[in-house]
């Protein structure tokens, strides 16, 4: 049988033609996908300075240890300022027994963006100082209260700020800022017995988490900070926050990733740390993460804290503005993420 030529050789070259066309487009639209993943994220804006300022003015009133006049003052001071940001604010006052007996007066600060919305993440952070630097170098000092600009006043600091954005910007979703008190008023190390149990941390998110601020209080989940303004701070992914609330984990460090992060937000495990978190966890079950400076010991496997944690060297001098920048920066990007 004759084949025509002419016809078939130009079949041929219409289909290499249309196959090489979707190629190529097909080729772009990877191209496009890709540098839409690759495209950095637009951050809402957050101001370091003014984050690192509302740190000094804690730090300022002086150590913030319950039943203080510090502590008093400096309660004051930020519901004045949640006021000034957000209408609607709860102060839950009450009592706790702390591990010595003593009777501490402690205040739960909450602003609550939306109010009326079940579909809200909170974010929270201890606002109480440690009574002492029981890790202090120098053991005269151990009983001495600490200024805590790190570990209470930096994410007080950077969530005062993120009040203040909201305040502006309005979130499309509820937002509960939460400053728990009663944290660190743990027994000394130095004056641990094996009986003591472990519940003396977080007094005031105990209570929080067995009487929420309103009934029924619902949220999808929460994050917490704690000590997160040192230089080249570290967030190792937390035993407890792993195994309450993985999937916060992963889409938290994911943002910080896409933000230029990841040498703060490490993939790496830390151990579990008994904090807020872990109370609000296990009692109120709302899942719940804790974005907290943690360092991998390579001697003994575990992770510590930062050197200076409860030691009086845990001032100003130890605050780090882009640390700041860096969490206040990914806590925006997580909100405006959610829908
Ligand atoms: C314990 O040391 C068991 N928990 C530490 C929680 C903490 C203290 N966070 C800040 N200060
Ligand atoms: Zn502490």
Redesign the pocket.
């Known amino acids: 049988m004759k084949i025509p030529r002419l016809p078939v050789i130009l079949i041929l070259t219409v289909i290499l033609y249309v196959s090489c066309n979707n190629a190529n487009r097909n080729q772009n639209a990877g191209n496009e996908e890709k540098q839409k993943q690759e495209e950095p994220l637009k951050v809402p804006p957050f101001n370091a300075d003014s984050a690192y300022g509302y740190v000094k003015a804690q730090v300022d009133f002086g150590p913030r240890v319950c039943n203080s006049a510090a502590h008093e003052k400096c309660a004051d001071f930020l519901v004045k300022k949640l006021k000034q940001f957000c209408p609607d604010v709860i102060v839950q006052k009450g009592q706790v027994k702390a591990f010595n007996g003593t009777t501490l007066n402690f205040k739960n600060l909450v602003a609550s963006y939306n109010p009326g919305t079940n579909n809200r993440i909170f974010l929270c952070s201890?606002w109480d100082s440690?009574p002492f630097a029981d890790h202090d170098p120098d053991v005269k000092k151990h009983t001495t209260p600490i200024d805590g600009a790190n570990?209470g006043a930096s994410g007080v600091g950077i969530l005062l700020e993120i009040a203040r954005q909201l305040g502006i910007s309005k979130p499309a979703i509820g937002v509960d800022i939460i400053f728990l008190d009663a944290?660190?008023y743990?027994p000394p190390d130095d004056q641990k017995r094996n009986e003591d149990t472990?519940d003396w941390?977080g007094l005031g998110s105990q209570f929080w988490a067995k009487t929420p601020h309103k009934a029924n209080y619902f949220a999808k989940y929460g994050i917490l900070l704690?000590?997160v303004g040192a230089p080249n701070a570290t967030f190792l992914e937390e035993e407890f926050s792993m195994k309450y609330a993985p999937a916060v984990v992963r889409n938290v460090w994911n943002i910080a990733g896409k933000l230029g992060y990841s040498a703060y937000f490490l993939y790496e495990k830390g151990g579990e740390?008994?904090?807020d978190h872990l109370y609000i966890n296990m009692i109120l079950n709302i899942p719940t993460i804790d974005i907290i400076h943690l360092v991998k010991n390579n001697s003994t496997g575990r992770t510590d804290f930062y050197p200076t944690w409860?030691t009086t060297s845990d001032n100003l001098n130890s605050i780090d503005k882009t640390t700041l920048d860096v969490v206040g920066k990914t806590l925006m990007a997580v909100i405006a993420s959610e829908k």
């Open positions: 201890h440690r570990d944290e660190d743990g472990t941390w704690d000590m740390i008994i904090d409860h």
